[in-house]
């Protein structure tokens, strides 16, 4: 039986709770993680100031909540609409994509501007992996085509890298050698840690190794 987890074509429609709604929630709540940028290097400060914390503090009490609701869900075996049917015993991508987000706000170095500019390397992390993952994962799944998924995932990761560098002052340099790593993070089929991770781990890692160059 093909694992549905590691199957690079695999359909996950016919295995996603709800069918083609589910699916298509699930492609929805993934896209609007977009705005989790703008959230936190704009409104973070305002948001966490609510519950009497700072916006780092608020954002590692959110990720922990995740993580602690996932472990629940595992032990119940629950799966909820979008989900898919093999994640009743593994770790979810929601859950996967929360702790790889967290940390890209909590670890990636802030821009010296305020509002959108604090984001100047974990905005590009955190919209690749939201825009990019969805388009390849698209692709992949009607057309059958790895080469085109690839391809057009450089195209809008590079779109994503490339306008963050206009938009919020990334550098260029590693805007060019980053998009990469997003695409990259898409590809490696394992049961072990879902792409919704590595689409954010690969740049941020590669920034980490980046830095001191920049």
């Not at 821009?111 to 994962?137: F, Q, S």
């Not at 050698?177 to 490696?188: D, H, I, N, S, Y």
Request: hydrophobic residues 50%; contains cysteine; proline residues 4%.
């Amino acid at each position: 039986m093909t694992d549905q987890s590691t199957d690079v074509f695999v359909d996950h429609v016919g295995h996603s709770i709800g069918g083609i709604g589910g699916h298509a929630f699930r492609r929805l709540t993934h896209v609007s993680m977009a705005f989790i940028p703008y959230l936190y290097y704009v409104h973070g400060s305002t948001i966490s100031s609510y519950f009497s914390l700072q916006a780092r503090e608020f954002v590692s009490v959110i990720c922990i909540l995740i993580l602690v609701i996932e472990v629940v869900r595992l032990k119940t075996g629950i799966v909820i609409v979008g989900q898919r049917e093999y994640e009743s015993t593994q770790i979810s991508a929601l859950a996967w994509g929360a702790l790889a987000v967290a940390l890209a706000i909590l670890i990636a170095p802030e821009g010296e501007n305020g509002g959108m500019g604090a984001g100047k390397y974990g905005a590009p992390i955190i919209l690749g992996m939201t825009l990019v993952d969805p388009v390849m994962g698209e692709i992949k799944r009607t057309m059958k085509d790895l080469r085109a998924a690839i391809i057009v995932g450089l195209v809008v990761s590079y779109v994503v890298w490339v306008g963050c560098h206009f938009w919020v002052g990334t550098d260029l340099i590693a805007a060019l050698l980053l998009a990469p790593l997003t695409v990259l993070g898409e590809l490696p089929p394992t049961r072990a840690i879902d792409d919704n991770a590595t689409m954010v781990l690969f740049p941020l890692v590669g920034l980490v190794l980046l830095l001191p160059f920049l």
